[in-house]
């Protein structure tokens, strides 16, 4: 069983930054798909950016294109979420995810890390 373990979300302001990291343990996900999602207050969770393992191709949703990158260390096992550029609608709970099939998590999810941002 993977386990995934979020960090570095919080509390800034608008127009700033933070990066998000998604370390997995129990097996290497370098091979497999790996994506953040999101849950703001009142509303369904969303799918935010991701990538098959093997892929180069990385999916966004439209919202954070061109202000989020996402990322992947193999060698620490690894996956990345920088925000730049960050909107109060941005603020939400974000969850690390391991193993997607058809946009559908079949894997695991990670605890959530909480960003805030304010106006």
């Known amino acids: 069983q993977v386990q995934l373990v979020e960090s570095g979300g919080g509390l800034v302001q608008t127009g700033e930054s933070l990066r998000l990291s998604c370390a997995a343990s129990?097996?290497?996900?370098?091979?497999?798909?790996m994506a953040w999602f999101r849950q703001a207050p009142g509303k369904e969770r969303e799918f935010v950016a991701g990538?098959?393992?093997?892929?180069?191709?990385?999916y966004y949703t439209d919202s954070v294109k061109g202000r989020f990158a996402f990322s992947r260390d193999n060698a620490k096992n690894t996956v990345y979420l920088q925000m730049n550029s960050l909107k109060p609608e941005d603020t939400a709970v974000y969850y690390c995810?391991?193993?997607?099939?058809?946009?559908?998590?079949?894997?695991?999810w990670g605890q959530g890390t909480q960003v805030t941002v304010s106006s």
């Open positions: 990538n098959r393992g093997s892929d180069i191709m990385i």
């Open positions: 129990g097996r290497t996900v370098s091979s497999y798909a």
């Open positions: 995810a391991y193993d997607l099939r058809n946009g559908r998590v079949i894997g695991s």
